[in-house]
């Protein structure tokens, strides 16, 4: 079964308005956590993304850090967009 990340919460944490650069919380379906760093200059764009460390990686199970959701950016990316349109 292919992993297909969507978000289904997104929270605001952190802005720095002079850079651009923005910080939030994503939750997915499975309730894994991941933080977002995103820049709007002036469309929004994904800079990076870390699994926060509430549940075991959902791809590979890690109990630790991995880098299985850099490989996902640009669903991640696109669900965050779409979210970040709702508010």
């Known amino acids: 079964m292919a992993f297909n990340p969507s978000i289904v919460d997104l929270e605001a944490l952190d802005k720095n308005e002079k850079t ?3 910080q939030f919380v994503a939750t997915l379906p499975d ?3 991941v933080r977002l760093f995103m820049s709007k200059n002036p469309k929004w ?3 990076d993304v870390n699994r926060l460390l509430n549940n075991p990686c959902p791809i590979c199970r890690k109990d630790y850090y991995c880098k299985c959701m ?3 950016m640009g669903s991640l990316e696109a669900s965050a967009i779409e979210q970040l349109g709702e508010q």
Do not use: A, D
Request: net charge positive; charged share 40%; no cysteine.
């Open 20 to 22: 651009g650069l923005y």
């Open 31 to 33: 309730q894994s956590k």
């Open 70 to 72: 850099e490989r996902h």
């Open 45 to 47: 764009k994904l800079e």
